[in-house]
């Protein structure tokens, strides 16, 4: 099974509310506004900001 993209529709960043992107090839989900990446793993997003990592300048501007 792979991640769902229909998520995204009714996802959001748990801090600031905005929408996610996907990133396929990283198996993550970015929030642009706060600068995290929050991982999927098994197919299940993780939006906890423990769990998140930070996003370099490059990937924010990507």
Known sequence: MAFDT???DILAC?????????KKDLTELWCKA???AYPIRND???L???EARALTLDEVQS
């Not at 801090?15 to 992107?21: N, V």
């Open 48 to 50: 906890m900001e423990p």
């Open 6 to 8: 229909k998520l995204l």
């Open 14 to 22: 748990p801090i600031c509310k905005s929408g996610l992107h996907y």
């Open 44 to 46: 299940i997003p993780v």
């Open 34 to 36: 706060d600068r995290l």
